[in-house]
């Protein structure tokens, strides 16, 4: 392992991050304060429990998990998109450094900024609601290890990318929506016997439903399963990125 290009290549993706700190951060916060208005006011006035829980409480978790694997996966794909789109991937790719280090250095950048983010929506989720956190740790577990399967994923969405219209496409249109559909506002126990057996099928309910169990001790599917499914997800993101190195694919044409 090549300790100096990953450290490299992870400050350089950090300072980026910093140059643009403002935008970085004022977009979540706002976004997250439309949401408490729109959902946790309008809502939540008829809505007033799910689960035992105040429902402008009940939503900060799906609202976290909502920002954080978009802006996992934005940041992640632009940082190595940017390298092909402008020829640089190619002294990255002739260096003495294996799949490995490129992997750890960018992922672990966008993993990062994700976890910064996320840490101000929780912030700002305090300013419109009080809720309480339960199980801190397994809650700080979860967090980063959805900040790493979805810069993995937004690794290989820029990979694949052949223009900027193709880095949106798939944050757009699939995982904004699985996290909607994926009990982000609600609980899958308020949906009809046939739904609830459909929404089984996403795997972004698991994910927020073992997060949510971290703050409030209920969850939508056992704790265990949601690991379970975090940890082949990542397994899978790793061995794709490893294909793709072995290859060529996409990096060297």
């Known amino acids: 392992?090549?300790?100096?290009?990953?450290?490299?290549?992870?400050?350089?993706?950090?300072?980026?991050?910093?140059?643009?700190?403002?935008?970085?951060?004022?977009?979540?916060?706002?976004?997250?304060?439309?949401?408490?208005?729109?959902?946790?006011?309008?809502?939540?006035?008829?809505?007033?429990?799910?689960?035992?829980?105040?429902?402008?409480?009940?939503?900060v978790p799906g609202l976290m998990m909502l920002t954080i694997m978009t802006q996992a996966t934005s940041?992640?794909?632009?940082?190595?998109?940017?390298p092909k789109f402008i020829g640089t991937i190619y002294e990255i790719l002739s260096a003495p450094v294996s799949f490995l280090d490129v992997t750890i250095?960018?992922?672990?950048?966008?993993?990062?900024?994700?976890?910064?983010?996320?840490?101000?929506?929780?912030?700002?989720?305090?300013?419109?609601v009080?809720?309480?956190?339960?199980?801190?740790?397994?809650?700080?577990?979860?967090?980063?290890?959805?900040?790493?399967?979805?810069?993995?994923?937004?690794f290989i969405i820029g990979i694949w990318a052949s223009n900027f219209e193709q880095l949106q496409l798939i944050p757009l249109l699939v995982i904004t929506p699985l996290v909607f559909l994926g009990g982000t506002f609600y609980s899958i126990s308020m949906l009809p016997p046939l739904w609830q057996s459909i929404t089984l099928f996403n795997p972004v309910l698991y994910l927020i439903s073992g997060f949510?169990?971290?703050?409030?001790?209920?969850?939508?599917?056992?704790?265990?399963?949601?690991?379970?499914?975090?940890s082949v997800f990542t397994l899978v993101c790793m061995l794709v990125i490893r294909w793709i190195f072995k290859t060529g694919w996409r990096i060297r044409s």
């Open 212 to 230: 949510r169990w971290s703050f409030y001790g209920h969850a939508d599917v056992p704790v265990s399963i949601s690991l379970l499914a975090i």
């Open 1 to 59: 392992m090549n300790t100096r290009a990953i450290v490299t290549i992870y400050r350089m993706e950090m300072a980026r991050f910093f140059r643009t700190l403002t935008q970085s951060f004022v977009s979540p916060v706002l976004s997250t304060s439309l949401y408490f208005v729109v959902f946790g006011a309008a809502i939540g006035s008829k809505i007033q429990e799910v689960d035992g829980v105040e429902y402008g409480a009940f939503i």
């Open 75 to 82: 940041n992640a794909s632009f940082g190595i998109y940017f």
């Open 130 to 154: 009080d809720f309480s956190i339960q199980n801190p740790f397994a809650m700080l577990a979860f967090l980063i290890l959805t900040c790493l399967c979805f810069s993995l994923l937004g």
């Open 105 to 128: 250095g960018y992922v672990g950048a966008a993993a990062t900024k994700s976890l910064f983010i996320g840490t101000v929506i929780l912030v700002t989720a305090r300013m419109f």
